[in-house]
């Protein structure tokens, strides 16, 4: 990857042609800490960007279940936490709410930049695909956040 990085005819940034998605995107989405760290760490990289699904790297990682990358993600001021897919209007609180990830959901209630009782297009909410889950823990934080 520093091989590739240090070329300068390789574009770190570039999405491929099916799906829009950059280097950054799929390292997210895959847990790949270390690339994710490389690729945050140029300056022609935008850590924000869309998909042609209309998801973000933090969107992907949040539904992943990658902890370690949201962090990493949530340290770019450049980088929306609140930010709603094109798809579903899902944000990455949704995505982790409903795969059921408490460290991630933790993470993103802790910020003050992020509405917990945002609703995608078809009107559920962190809590609603939390419960429609069964993940009891994940309905306790959204309730306690609420309250």
Do not use: C
């Amino acid at each position: 990857m520093n091989l590739l990085l240090g070329r300068k005819d390789v574009n770190p940034d570039i999405p491929d042609t099916k799906y829009g998605l950059t280097p950054l995107s799929l390292a997210a989405a895959n847990g790949h800490e270390g690339i994710v760290k490389l690729l945050l760490g140029r300056k022609d990289i935008n850590p924000d960007s869309w998909a042609k699904s209309g998801r973000t790297p933090l969107s992907r990682a949040a539904m992943n279940g990658h902890e370690v990358i949201v962090e990493l993600l949530l340290g770019r001021e450049d980088v929306n936490p609140d930010t709603r897919d094109r798809a579903n209007g899902q944000t990455p609180l949704s995505w982790a709410a409903v795969a059921g990830h408490e460290g991630i959901v933790k993470l993103l209630l802790g910020r003050k930049d992020v509405n917990p009782n945002s609703s995608n297009k078809f009107g559920r909410t962190p809590l609603n695909l939390a419960a429609g889950n069964r993940h009891d823990r994940i309905v306790e934080l959204l309730q306690a956040q609420n309250s």
